[in-house]
């Protein structure tokens, strides 16, 4: 069997999908993208599509290698992404040759569901109280928000303040066993993170997110002596030599891995088993479609510490389309009493609507990350 042709497809609101497809008629799909750069990951696709066709497609990790190793420029989120979704759709194709799912070929399921989360309160929380309620009233049983807008390194207690009236919301609103992730977003640097790590304590968050930028994650030692709070990071990372460091370290308790961009399933279930040695919980990131999605608890299903799944239905960012929308069977992502069944169809375990996505792919997108500024008009932190 060999690698015969590819197409990718941009999709709303703001993905790239992957279709590789094999000599005797064999499709895999994959997932390659950067939020607000699906372009430069499609021409990277592309570049590294190019060197493996004809080749054998079961032969995952002598590829994998290649398509890192061989280039002298390696890592970074444009490469590592394009290699993420290439590493999928060869997955995908390796269970529908052996009719199993691809948990089943990474050595088979350690459980059958895995909790997951929604988001709330978009970029700019507001009534996330309100929102959170109506997510419990679905059967979800937590959340993730952004703690707060963008923070100077010194900035004012009020704003600290806000911040903590809207965790309080939640608490109010959906109880003392409803998990509240409060994600930093690399907006908030040391000073103010200390700050707000501390104060935050009262609401027993399930983690806070990124409370350092990666490039500063020397800085998690800091923060770490200010709560007892979990500290998660790692959605910016993107190969097990970065996580490497960070487990070393020891001041991170969840790391969260994204399938789209740390080198798909082959690298981030590596990263995943290494955490598991430094007694360190996974929650792999996901605020994409429904492949990454796929990915991720396909990874889940055989990850003893994998704890919990991001997923990104019904989030602010899906304008136009959603996850659902893409797949035959919409049952497979169902939610019940907060966890989703681990999918034991070949492969990803789903069926993508290939009509519907070339419809979709005419539309396509041109989804940019925004630029926020302070009052003084500086460019503040994503």
Not at 70 to 86: E, Q, V
Not at 153 to 169: F, M, N
Request: glycine share 8%; net charge negative.
């Amino acid at each position: 069997m060999k690698i015969k042709s590819y197409e990718m497809f941009t999709v709303p609101p703001r993905w790239l999908f992957l279709k590789v497809e094999t000599d005797d008629g064999l499709i895999g799909w994959g997932e390659p993208v950067i939020e607000g750069k699906a372009a430069t990951v499609k021409a990277a696709v592309a570049e590294l599509m190019d060197t493996i066709i004809g080749k054998d497609p079961m032969n995952i990790e002598g590829i994998w290698n290649e398509l890192y190793r061989s280039g002298f420029y390696r890592g970074g989120p444009i490469l590592m992404s394009a290699l993420a979704g290439i590493d999928q759709a060869l997955w995908d194709i390796k269970g529908k040759y052996y009719d199993a799912p691809i948990h089943q070929l990474l050595g088979g399921k350690a459980r059958e569901k895995i909790k997951v989360y929604s988001w709330v309160g978009g970029d700019r929380p507001q009534d996330v109280g309100a929102a959170a309620l109506e997510l419990k009233n679905t059967g979800i049983t937590a959340v993730k928000m952004n703690a707060t807008e963008e923070l100077q390194y010194i900035d004012s207690y009020s704003k600290i303040d806000e911040v903590l009236e809207r965790v309080a919301s939640i608490r109010e609103a959906c109880g003392k066993d409803f998990g509240i992730g409060i994600d930093f977003h690399g907006r908030v640097h040391k000073p103010m993170a200390k700050v707000l790590a501390k104060e935050l304590e009262q609401f027993r968050p399930m983690f806070l997110e990124e409370p350092a930028l990666p490039e500063n994650n020397e800085n998690l030692r800091d923060i770490a002596m200010h709560t007892s709070i979990p500290i998660a990071t790692g959605e910016r990372m993107f190969s097990k030599w970065q996580f490497k460091t960070l487990l070393q370290d020891g001041y991170v308790d969840i790391i969260q891995p994204d399938l789209s961009h740390a080198g798909g399933i082959t690298e981030c279930k590596k990263i995943i088993s290494m955490a598991e040695a430094f007694d360190v919980a996974a929650a792999p990131h996901c605020p994409l479609g429904p492949i990454a999605l796929a990915a991720c608890i396909q990874v889940d299903a055989t990850c003893h510490n994998a704890v919990i799944q991001e997923q990104s239905l019904g989030i602010h960012y899906n304008k136009g389309n959603d996850i659902l929308d893409y797949v035959t069977d919409a049952s497979v992502f169902e939610y019940t009493e907060g966890h989703v069944e681990v999918l034991d169809k070949p492969g990803l375990g789903i069926e993508i609507n290939e009509d519907y996505v070339r419809e979709r792919s005419m539309i396509g997108h041109n989804w940019k990350n925004p630029v926020w500024t302070h009052e003084d008009g500086s460019i503040a932190e994503w």
